[in-house]
């Protein structure tokens, strides 16, 4: 009783709001538009309500038990990054050359990958979430994750409204423009974390 009361005192507007940016910025929904517009496009549906929830579990669920659910498999934090990162590389070839290298994929699995992950819940807003902890309160960063996803949700919902509004001719220049950055964040997200994978072989 007395861990659950401790847990609602520590709530601050101030935290919500600063952990809310940061966690918006990571996610970065608004600039993922033209992905999920592509993605849109491959699958016919997207499941807004499922990849929302999927995203905002896996998000709060690696705030409390992230090391341990990534020990507890072998694989440390660096690991997963560079995972995140080739499938973003991946999605970011596909929206720059017009390719299609991930065949068949229906709109249930879409919903979850890589919508939820690694879009939303990747391995920089799964990080991010692990190291806002040792700055915020879990209370805090739980309603900041939940805010985000209402954003999230309310961007999948309409994607197909934003896809008619801006039109085909601003979504393909947008999709590369946005494939190119997508891949920046995959080479940085990469690099990043390679050196410390191989810092940590060298060790053992």
């Known amino acids: 009783m007395n861990n659950i009361t401790s847990f609602f005192s520590e709530f601050s507007i101030n935290q919500i709001g600063a952990v809310f940016a940061v966690l918006f910025a990571v996610i970065d929904i608004l600039g993922s538009i033209p992905i999920i517009v592509s993605i849109r496009s491959k699958v016919g549906h997207i499941q807004s309500e499922k990849a929302t929830v999927a995203a905002g579990i896996l998000l709060i669920s690696f705030l409390f038990f992230g090391t341990k659910i990534l020990g507890l498999v072998g694989v440390d934090v660096q690991s997963f990054a560079v995972a995140g990162a080739f499938v973003i590389f991946i999605i970011a070839l596909e929206m720059i050359l017009g390719i299609e290298i991930q065949k068949g994929v229906e709109s249930n699995s879409a919903s979850i990958v890589p919508i939820a ?88």
């Open 117 to 204: 992950f690694p879009l939303v819940a990747g391995a920089g807003s799964l990080t991010t979430v692990l190291s806002l902890r040792s700055q915020f309160s879990d209370i805090n960063i739980v309603i900041a994750i939940l805010l985000n996803m209402l954003i999230v949700y309310l961007v999948l919902k309409f994607a197909g409204r934003l896809e008619k509004w801006l039109g085909p001719g601003v979504l393909s220049v947008l999709k590369k423009v946005f494939g190119v950055i997508l891949l920046s964040i995959a080479i940085k997200l990469f690099t990043s974390n390679i050196g410390a994978l191989f810092m940590n072989e060298i060790k053992i």
